[in-house]
């Protein structure tokens, strides 16, 4: 048995994957010494700026992974547009509104909330950066968990292993944020099934792309939750009363069983009634793997 290439010939998923994963480090490690990026930013203005980083090592090492390792068009890993994207993009961004509007009103009834408006013209400049953070920040977590090292594992071990092993990884990073905790961590790993059966859907990062961003900027810059734990300049200020196992106390709602309902329930209607789309330019991109 060959460890390196498989009968076709190719190198073996988990090699692709081993690779992606190297040269994405070492171009976001090289960027960041070449910038002179402080190893931990002072200001929130300075963490966010930092987070808009890993999209440039990210796009570049998928790029090379397509041209040079499979030989295929980057569209085959569905980071381009197609005539299908708005539409899997705008259905993304609405149940991203549907399930935040879940969460307020739940938590509203079991422990009551308070909005209060946040921006000043202190915030004034972090708030215009942070929903462009937050836009390329979703794009980067999409491109390497759901891009191309989830499909070359789809391809390698099948879709519910790959699917398990990329979303427990994105659930446990979450680990190292502010004010995690385990449930938060249960909750992201939750939300990353959904973004892959989401991904799966269309064989298109939009759909998943949509849920993220629109979940993101919701929560965090309109709403005003701690977003993963983490505070950030918003519009509102909105605090929950109630439980902290059941809404998220310091995580946000990520953190408590309202979340934790919310993602599965999530997950099910984009399973069970999301129709399955694929544009006719991905069908021919993805046909022998779909047909097999």
Known sequence: MNILLNPKHELRSGWKFLMFWVLFGMMLYTLAVALRLPAVPETQLGRLTVNLIPIVPAILTIWMMAKFVDKLPVATFGVTLHEKWPRDLALGVGLSIAMLAAVTLTNGVFGGIT????????????LFVTP????????????????????VLVKGIGTWPALLTMSTFFGLIHLSNDNATILGAVNTILAGVMLSIAYLKTRSLWLPYGLHVGWNIGLGFVLGYPLSGIDIDSLWTTTTGGPAWLVGSAYGPEGGLVGTLVFIAATFVIRSTTKAEISPKLQK????????
């Open 285 to 292: 991109l993805h046909y022998g793997e779909l047909k097999s």
């Open 132 to 151: 462009f953070v937050l836009i390329i920040s979703a794009a980067t977590e999409e491109l390497v968990f759901r891009g191309y090292p989830f499909q």
């Open 115 to 126: 909005m209060t408006w946040a921006a000043t013209d202190a915030t004034t400049q972090s």
